[in-house]
């Protein structure tokens, strides 16, 4: 049996996930987190053989939780599901060690064969994604500017180009106003900009945001 752990903010959708995987013979979904503080103790205490990792969590983001998970379980396979394009997270998502990338828009039977795939050691991608992490590496070094960002500035960028101020943003993440002005301040000085117009015009034109 494929033990499965399931982090999300919504409960909606953790409920819908649990409804598809546990539909099959050979997956159960044994936990889940509704942010970043629930999920990190199950990771350490708990048993898996995949999880499935929204980016968008209270707290540490799950593009960090990410990080913090290949570091302390460097054999579990994650899966990041999430409502943003391949196009704005799947070769960062990669890069950072996750076993597969795939957007909430995907049918049910996806999640299972990506849940088997990734539970069996390999990975799972689509051909889109294949094709843009093939080209992020031979671009190498010479990649945009927004590539430089961290993960939580990277997901600042894209709220801020949403149209989301500094204390929305704060609330939506669970950190202070200080803490995302210091992240603002340090994005617009990687991205060379001087406001939030340059930084959303940017987003804009290079799809960051739909």
């Known amino acids: ?21 546990d539909q099959t013979s050979d997956i159960a979904v044994e936990g889940e987190a509704a942010s970043s503080a629930e999920l990190w103790p199950l990771v350490c205490e708990g048993r898996w053989d995949a999880v499935v990792l929204d980016v968008n969590l209270p707290g540490r983001s799950g593009l960090e939780m990410l990080a913090d998970i290949k570091r302390e379980r460097p054999e579990l396979p994650v899966l990041i599901l999430t409502v943003y394009s391949e196009e704005q997270y799947a070769v960062r998502a990669l890069k950072a060690g996750a076993a597969g990338f795939l957007t909430k828009e995907s049918a049910p039977e996806k999640l299972i064969e990506a849940v088997r795939k990734i539970a069996q050691g390999g990975r799972f991608i689509t051909p889109e994604v294949a094709d843009r992490l093939a080209v992020s590496v031979a671009r190498g070094k010479e990649g945009p500017p927004h590539e430089s960002l961290s993960d939580r500035e990277f997901q600042i960028l894209k709220m801020i180009a949403s149209g989301k101020t500094v204390s929305q943003i704060g609330v939506e993440l669970s950190l202070s106003v200080k803490t995302i002005s210091t992240h603002r301040t340090r994005i617009l000085k990687k991205m060379k900009m001087k406001t939030n117009a340059e930084l959303t015009h940017y987003a804009i034109r290079n799809q960051l945001v739909e």
Do not use: E, W
């Not at 399931?6 to 819908?16: E, K, L, N, P, W």
């Open 1 to 21: 049996m494929i033990r499965v752990l399931v982090a999300d903010d919504h409960a909606i959708v953790r409920s819908g996930l649990r409804r598809i995987l």
